[in-house]
């Protein structure tokens, strides 16, 4: 059963709508001011909200900022508003509200427009599911691959994810440090709480504290609303800092003393709040270094590395590229309203001798792009990489090998017999993963005979 929960000062009008939806069989919960609603969306999670835009003690727009804040799973937001304030339903449209209806509405136009908004929400939240975690089977597997290095990773985070103890992920930017992090949540006792993420490089400095502590009504010039911090919407939950080592040194002491204590003062309050959070933090560089240079509190260092995990990047793991590729040609056939079948398989070679300094996050927009190309498979064609017209001399890394000085060899034969080699087992590497170790079909691939392609696996030292 579907929940919706109806937010409205007016006393008769919140219970109208509620009623109206209970008898078309929602189960429906009641708020008549913005923190009431913010907590109950924390508590219950439901799956559709009626936001009225007037409240006593914070704005619609206001409460909308820290839903979309909060909840990263679509939750369908219909504003309803009076007269006269449509501009600012329009504003809350491009804030993320689904859509919005002037008083006095329509009770079936209502009933329409809140359905219309669950089944947009059923798309995001499968969108999102598919992003974010490439799917979920008990092993994780299915959201990171079959890679040793995946398996490597997998056992890191099952061996912390249920406890409390404090993260730190290291990884290369777009290596998937997010997709981590909330992993981590999913496989944690708090997996039925927030997973709140930060952004600390995005955050511009004089809103640090605020964004992160809240502050009161009045307590600034400019603070007409109560604004409720990461920290406490945290509450219960994670709190998934990412790129920790932008927070500015001068707001380090008051960050550890929070995380310390699990409590703070909110920006104008006497009252100390306290919170129940999981910590987990992300950096893409060596924080060792930026406390060696006096730009990161080493205390604050030692606290939030209780336990570091490190990302591999995506060139360390290219036996999961297949796998990744398919996921997320999957998220766009679902996105793109597409049917691409799947990829050529001299298109999989390709994605796999390719280096990814992008990482993961490259990889998928490749595909994505590559998805709106194509009619029905992926071939070669369709996909592109961001360095492939430029000079020979200029690319790291071609067909699964570094290029070698040619001073390293006596001569040019003796160089060029190291690459041709080189080569030749990239080739017969990317066959066997592309016919998942079928070594009949991966000698098909290039034409070879079957005797052959063994002969040539055993000159390597490859297995199936």
Known sequence: METILVVDDKQDTCENIAELFSNHGYKTLKAFTGQQALQLIAEKNPNAV????????????????QIQSAIDTGLAVIIITAFGDVALAVKA???????????????????????????????????NHLRRE??????????????????????QIEAVAQTDITVMIQGETGSGKEVVARYLHKRSKRNNRQFIPIDCGAIPETLIES??????????????????GKFQLADGGTLYLDEIGNLPLEQQRRFLRAVENKAFH????????QVDIRLIVATNSKLEKLVDEGKFRSDL?????????????????????????????????????????????DAIIKLINYDYPGNVRQLRNIVRKAALMATNLIC??????????????DREKTWGFYYSDLSNYGSYKEAFDELTKNLEMELIKNALLTARGNVSKAAQIYGIDRRNFYHKMAKYNLKP
């Open 50 to 65: 009626i936001l009225d835009m007037r409240l006593p003690d914070m704005s619609g727009i206001n409460v909308l900022e």
């Open 93 to 127: 449209m491009k804030k993320g509200a689904y859509d919005f209806l002037e008083k006095p509405f329509n009770n079936d136009v209502l009933l329409l427009t809140v359905q219309r908004g669950l089944q947009n929400q059923k798309i995001k939240q499968e969108l």
């Open 134 to 155: 490439l799917g979920a089977d008990p092993e994780g597997e299915q959201i990171f691959g079959k890679s040793e290095a995946s398996h490597r990773l997998l056992k």
């Open 211 to 228: 964004e992160f502590f809240g502050f009161e009504k009045g307590s600034f010039t400019g603070a007409y609303e109560k604004k409720v």
């Open 266 to 273: 909110p920006i104008g309050s006497k009252k100390e709040t």
């Open 301 to 345: 260092y030692f606290r939030l590395s209780e336990y570091i995990i490190n990302v591999p990047p995506l060139r360390e793991r290219v036996d999961d590229i297949p796998h990744l590729a398919g996921r997320f040609l999957h998220e766009a056939n679902l996105e793109f309203d597409r049917k691409i079948s799947g990829f050529r398989e």
């Open 380 to 393: 070669p064609d369709h996909i592109h990489f961001h360095n492939e017209n430029a000079p020979f001399s």
